[in-house]
T-cell receptor, first 115, second 107 residues
């Protein structure tokens, strides 16, 4: 089955600890994205990558880091510099990230709670 | 600045028609998409407009006017399962989502 997976579904961490969220896709998509969603809010773009070994900051990149060493994988690290990391994190992928129709396919999300 | 504006809540009854509007101001514009998200779930793609006009997909239709920076999602023959949040999203220099419209369908 083709799709995009995120793990774990729920994650608890102590304040001050870095944590890495996993995102894997087997859709052969070039572009991948990380979003943050707070309760009752829309999706805010953290980072995106249109090609392996390249990525760009979104609106709220501060306190986060990413890597794109493989086409299939786009892990997100929430660092201790992120002031309010408790949120629902969504990873998405799309065919090419360029112009035109570029449907985004979302993973099931990771709900991070920092205690 | 960049922004996408849509109503925060809409309520309708089963079988009715509802229209969710979206106005946008973004850096670059390739197209307007709509996504549906049920509580606790991930967003799923509904529709895309790259050119002006109406796109129809079953009970859902979406409209775009690039000159007015405006679009809407039209949901017909509403069903209880349509209760969800609906997001407009603009593909421009990056990807930007609106804050979402929570649709409640009542019996």
């Amino acid at each position: 089955d083709g799709g995009i997976t995120q793990s774990p579904k729920y994650l608890f961490r102590k304040e001050g600890q870095n944590v890495t969220l996993s995102c894997e896709q087997n859709l052969n998509h070039d572009a991948m994205y990380w979003y943050r969603q707070d309760p009752g809010q829309g999706l805010r773009l953290i980072y995106y990558s249109q090609i392996v070994n390249d990525f760009q900051k979104g609106d709220i990149a501060e306190g986060y880091s990413v890597s794109r060493e493989k086409k299939e994988s786009f892990p997100l690290t929430v660092t201790s510099a992120q002031k309010n990391p408790t949120a629902f994190y969504l990873c998405a992928s799309s065919m090419n990230g360029g112009e035109g129709t570029d449907t985004q396919y979302f993973g099931p999300g990771t709900r991070l709670t920092v205690l | 600045g960049q922004s996408l504006e849509q109503p925060s809540e809409v309520t309708a009854v089963e079988g009715a028609i509802v229209q969710i509007n979206c106005t946008y101001q973004t850096s670059g514009f390739y197209g307007l998409s709509w996504y549906q998200q049920h509580d606790g779930g991930a967003p799923t793609f509904l529709s895309y407009n790259g050119l002006d006009g109406l796109e129809e997909t079953g009970r859902f239709s979406s409209f775009l006017s690039r000159s007015d920076s405006y679009g809407y999602l039209l949901l017909q023959e509403l069903q209880m399962k349509d209760s969800a949040s609906y997001f407009c999203a603009v593909k421009g220099n990056d990807m930007r989502f609106g804050a979402g419209t929570r649709l409640t369908v009542k019996p």
